[in-house]
């Protein structure tokens, strides 16, 4: 019932930006977070934001905080991250996540319930 589909990601170098999106249906928005989290291969998923769909609010990891930026449209029942300043070090494949609001954000992938497919983010130096 719940799904999460993630796109907008691609190649961009060093220094540039790139805005990916989260399309979700299945559940009432503004009762869920939504968290966006990165993975390399070899590596644990990282979470590096989660948002209060109701109001925006939203909570960033150290590595991201000035440079990404998480919104939505209700309307869409969408989720956007905006990532400026892209760095060799971003380069990851980038997943939308979600849970049931909760009154705290986390960063952890084994609290959230539902995932998108993922997309690829290549950025180059």
């Known amino acids: 019932e719940v799904q999460l589909v993630e796109s907008g990601g691609g190649l961009v170098q060093a220094g540039g930006s790139l805005r990916l999106s989260c399309a979700t249906s299945g559940f009432t928005f503004d009762d869920y977070q939504v968290g966006w989290f990165r993975q390399v291969p070899g590596k644990e998923r990282v979470g590096f934001v989660c948002?209060?769909?109701?109001?925006?609010?939203?909570h960033y990891a150290d590595s991201v905080k000035g440079r990404f930026t998480i919104s939505s449209d209700k309307a869409k029942n969408t989720v956007y991250l905006q990532m400026n300043n892209l760095k060799p070090e971003d380069t990851a494949v980038y997943y939308c996540?979600?849970?049931?609001?909760?009154?705290?954000?986390?960063?952890?992938?084994?609290?959230?319930?539902?995932w998108g497919q993922g997309t690829q983010v290549t950025v180059s130096s």
């Open positions: 996540a979600t849970r049931v609001r909760t009154y705290y954000y986390t960063f952890f992938a084994h609290e959230y319930d539902y």
């Open positions: 948002m209060n769909n109701d109001d925006g609010s939203a």
